[in-house]
């Protein structure tokens, strides 16, 4: 689904590069983690798949076709859902109106379908009442299924999510990674995940380790 | 319309912004208004003085140039001789298409015959009469030609009045008809429809008609001879019967034509002195009370434009600020979307509308405070205005005192020319303002409100929206 073909990134000095040679290929219905030291280029690595920025060498392709002819906005609205560690949810918003504002700017097939939504958010455990708050009133738990649930909901073959856990409690953190294992497995997405929880790492089907500029699976 | 929404919700639920923005907006959108409302009714003030504030143009003999042609001969006076305007010449400037309407002049003095003139003793006047023109206004009366006393500035400005039967029009051309002035018929027991005998400096007898009774203004002054000075001697025929006494035809001592628009007067000029062939003949504007409401009225209308731009600039400036402060806050939440795939100009609109949503609220505080406040700044601005331009001319019309010397006729109609131009400007000085929120007041603020909001979401939103989603999300 996803193939990185020698991707190189560097900030200002291409001498000082964070990582170089990436060659790597992700596959629909799997779960993988990438874990390294911090500061390694983790999440650098993880906006290039993501979209949000370009590699300084190299390309991407996803389903055969390259990021710069997909187009990075049109990559990121179609192809490819995002979690954050600290959620990144409109906060004046409700758990229902968030998810039903990223189906809106992605286009998705069920987007407006508020019905839909609520199954979906009552799946990972949020009633109707909760759904109808204001996100900021939720637990930080709560925010993160949120934010899971509006990948979810979203036709995005590709999900990445930046420390989705690294906020939550034991858990929480085992509520979510049984999500994003959902997601992949059963909705045959493709799950990319940066952590540097070890355990989290090892539920995943996969983890890839960066170290000193390389990439390799564990 | 995504973004509207989320506008809307934004607006809706960080109530303590929405309201700071909506003092501040308020605030800028009520002097915008006010600014905007003055400026339109100084504006509109300033094309009704061109219609109602008359300006005049009149042709007479140049003295100037009659002075240059006076022979000197040792021992003797100098004699100037003042050469009548054609009234034929002066029917064909007329036709211009500047000219509203016009008034040709003309005086004889005369004696009264068949009843007394009033007499007046005054110090002050025995000065400056010019001896020279003893033997052509040696009469006790001043019989003055006009074509329509309705056209004369001293009627038109309310200072003299016809109080009983009526004033001359142009079809009492080749008539008898005349208008005395109320004393004058009160001391001589004369009514409309009696007549009276004047002599002319021939001795030749002539009847006339009285059709109607004026009372003249209190402060003019027809100033010929000791007696005439006093303005109830002044009896107001048609030009052709004081042509006729005086034994000229076609002649006139002036002739005034009042302007469509008083902006207009030196084109006139321009015009018509290409139609007169001779130099014998001065053009001379009379706009004064044009420009004496001009002069406040532009202060007004430039005063009004500032405040319109500084506050517009000011207005732009702090809302640019707010939404700077307002988008760093919210940087992140800009970068959730640029992630999501929204395009950068949805993002640029939601902050947009959000600004739009709390304008439309702001425009209503606007428009209820904006015609007070309207009011009450123009009202300031006119009392300072007109008061300055009020001490300037006091101020200048003592420096003229001088220049009041000459003799004989023309120092007679430049007292009559100044007392009009002092009743006119008292008349009709400027006491205020006409304001009102017109559609066009308000299209004009929502306008400006719009550019206002529309500049200060592009600068507040450009630095964040140039970087990369990731550099967003990352900082």
């Not at chain 1, 509520?175 to 799950?191: G, N, R, Y």
């Not at chain 2, 109602?52 to 009659?66: F, H, K, M």
């Not at chain 2, 004009?444 to 206002?452: R, S, V």
Request: glycine fraction near 8%; aromatic fraction near 6%.
């Amino acid at each position: 689904m996803l193939k990185t073909n020698r991707v190189g990134y560097w900030y200002g000095d291409a001498e000082n590069k964070l990582f170089e040679n990436v060659n790597l290929e992700f596959l629909k219905g799997r779960l993988y983690s990438i874990i390294g030291k911090s500061g390694s280029g983790k999440t650098t690595f993880l906006s290039l798949i993501a979209g949000l920025a370009r590699p300084s060498e190299g390309s991407i392709e996803f389903n055969g076709r390259e990021l710069s002819k997909i187009g990075l906005l049109n990559y990121r609205k179609k192809c490819v859902s995002m979690v954050f560690q600290s959620y990144n949810l409109f906060s004046y918003m409700s758990a229902i109106e968030n998810i039903l504002t990223a189906m809106s700017i992605t286009g998705s097939k069920n987007a407006g379908n508020k019905k839909y939504v609520l199954e979906m958010l009552d799946q990972v455990g949020i009633d109707e009442a909760s759904a109808k708050r204001r996100v900021s009133r939720l637990s930080g738990g709560q925010q993160q299924r949120v934010a899971i649930v509006r990948t979810m909901c979203c036709d995005a073959q590709l999900v990445v999510a930046d420390e989705p856990t690294g906020n939550l409690d034991e858990t929480s953190t085992k509520d979510v990674l049984s999500l994003l294992q959902k997601i992949a497995h059963e909705q045959q997405k493709c799950v990319i995940l940066v952590t540097h929880e070890l355990d989290v790492a090892k539920a995943c089907d996969s983890v890839i380790e960066l170290h000193q500029k390389k990439f390799e699976y564990v | 319309m995504n973004f509207v929404k989320r506008a809307f919700l934004n607006v809706k639920v960080k109530m303590g912004r929405s309201l700071l923005l909506f003092l501040v907006m308020s605030a800028i959108l009520l002097f915008v208004l006010a600014g905007i409302i003055i400026q339109q009714a100084a504006n509109s003030a300033v094309s009704s003085a061109k219609k109602s504030a008359n300006a005049t143009v009149t042709l007479a003999a140049s003295r100037e140039q009659a002075f240059k042609k006076v022979s000197r001969q040792s021992g003797t006076r100098p004699k100037l001789t003042l050469p009548s305007v054609s009234i034929a010449t002066a029917k064909k400037i007329a036709s211009s298409g500047y000219v509203k309407s016009y008034n040709i002049s003309n005086s004889a003095s005369v004696n009264a015959s068949s009843f007394s003139a009033i007499e007046t003793s005054s110090s002050s006047q025995q000065g400056p009469q010019g001896a020279g023109a003893q033997e052509q206004q040696s009469g006790d009366i001043t019989l003055s030609g006009v074509s329509n006393t309705a056209q004369l500035t001293t009627f038109s400005s309310g200072g003299s009045k016809i109080v009983e039967g009526r004033g001359i029009k142009a079809s009492d051309a080749d008539t008898n008809n005349v208008t005395v002035e109320k004393q004058l018929a009160k001391e001589n027991n004369l009514k409309v429809g009696s007549t009276i005998s004047i002599k002319n400096t021939s001795k030749k007898v002539t009847k006339l008609k009285i059709i109607g009774i004026y009372k003249a203004s209190s402060t003019e002054n027809s100033g010929f001879g000791m007696m005439q000075n006093d303005p109830s001697n002044t009896i107001y025929s048609s030009v052709e019967k004081v042509n006729s006494i005086k034994g000229t035809s076609g002649k006139a001592t002036s002739v005034t034509f009042t302007m469509n628009n008083p902006a207009n007067a030196k084109k006139f000029i321009k015009s018509a002195k290409k139609q007169l062939s001779s130099s014998k003949f001065a053009l001379t504007a009379d706009d004064s009370t044009y420009r004496s409401i001009l002069t406040p009225l532009n202060n007004v209308s430039s005063f009004a434009n500032k405040i319109v731009w500084l506050v517009g600039i000011a207005g732009t400036i702090i809302l640019a600020l707010i939404v700077i402060l307002m988008v760093r806050e919210r940087r992140y939440e800009i970068g959730v979307l640029l992630s999501l795939g929204e395009k950068r100009w949805k993002v640029i609109a939601q902050f947009f509308s959000e600004l739009l949503l709390i304008m439309a609220v702001s425009s209503i505080v606007a428009l209820i405070g904006g015609k007070f406040l309207g009011n009450t700044v123009s009202n300031q601005l006119i009392q300072q205005t007109t008061s300055a331009t009020s001490s300037l001319t006091v101020g200048s019309n003592q420096n003229q005192g001088p220049q009041a010397g000459g003799s004989g006729l023309s120092q007679g109609q430049a007292n009559v020319g100044n007392a009009n131009r002092k009743g006119i400007g008292q008349n009709k000085q400027l006491q205020s303002l006409d304001v009102n929120i017109s559609l066009a007041a308000f299209l004009k603020l929502l306008g400006f409100g719009l550019f206002i909001i529309l500049l200060a979401t592009l600068l507040g939103t450009i630095n964040v929206l140039l970087l990369e989603p990731r550099r967003i999300l990352i900082s």
